[in-house]
């Protein structure tokens, strides 16, 4: 293979990072570039469970690669000792067991020989205690053992493919990172908007896109625009704010915004990067997170918090509720339209459930159920 057949290969192997099927066509290769190989793979086994998986491989015949997780594995006399290689290494099964010993045992016989191999060139690309990721060349049987030549065109590759292994893992990684993230965001009922130093939109959740469709209390042009000119001068007071970094990451700059129909929304900037690390020069495109919501006193989320863990009924809750906001079961009673031995049977029942046994240690109970946002007085 010439210098420039080998950069084509060699840019295939990074291209395969992010094009998982192209690694099909650079085993092809891999195998003519260390001259004649029948079959290459990729693949990853447990030396203690006799368990494996192939992601990808070439040539070999189909029925031996499942005969080999099916039985071969187990007979193989190369699986304990290959683990034992360093990451990047290469070793050859004659590096192992002397070849006319290999050749006498059933592996051999019954798995290598009658697919044409003589012998195996391979590499750990990733190990730990019991189990190893590796990149496999076959040698044909008529070539006979591994070689230095076909050890030292191995060696070229090998970098490589362990960086293209790397790149895929952290690619795939960050996908799945990315595809929590946004199914987590989405599951929110407040509009979570992220938003760069400049107020510039990065990503909105299913909420927030709802609420910019609407356009009844934001929009946006590039930037996250509040419809009411005075909330909107209070937003970007809170993006300064983050941009100048003034604001602690966990801190949130509350925002009172008025809809063009008159509704109101409450509105959490919260910064997501410490002004340490942004003077040290590290870009982060999204600087802060945008929680958009009509206020609602009924329900909170301390509240569902504490009812989730003592089973309280929504009447019960809705009781305590009114009974934080108003303080007495008379002034409950009336403020819930219901009789005052209505409350108090839902207060007695309450006290049964959380195990107190007065209003005041209710209270505190409840207290012990902060809200996951730690917010500033509201600038507007």
Known sequence: MDIDRFSELVADIYDAALDRPRWRKVLKDACAFVRGGPSASLFWQDAAKKTGHTYFVVGGDPRFLQLYWDKYIALNPLTAAAGSFPV??????????????????PFYKEWMAPQGWGDILSVNLDKSATSRAAFMVARPVRDGAVDDEMRRRMRLLVPHVRRSVEIGRLVDLNRAEAATFADTFDGLQAGMFLVDSGGRLVHANASGRAMLSDGNALHANGKLVARNARADEALRDAFSTVR???????????????????????????????????????????VAAVFVQKPARSASL???????????????VRMLDALIDVGGVPETACALKLSPATVRTHLRHVFEKTGVRRQADLVKLI????SPILARPPIA
Not at 89 to 103: G, M
Not at 251 to 269: E, M, P, Q, S
Request: glycine share 8%; hydrophobic share 35%; net charge negative.
């Open 367 to 370: 207290a012990c159920y902060p």
């Open 88 to 105: 990047g290494e290469c070793y050859s099964a004659t590096d192992i067991i002397p070849e006319a010993k290999f050749v006498e045992t």
């Open 302 to 316: 301390p509240l569902d918090e504490l009812a989730r863990q003592y089973q309280l009924t929504a009447g019960e």
């Open 244 to 286: 100048n970094r003034d604001a602690p990451v966990g801190k949130a700059i509350t925002v009172n915004l008025t809809a063009r129909d008159g509704g109101r929304f409450v509105t959490h900037v919260l910064p997501l990067t410490e002004g340490a690390r942004r003077q040290a020069g590290i870009c982060y495109t999204a």
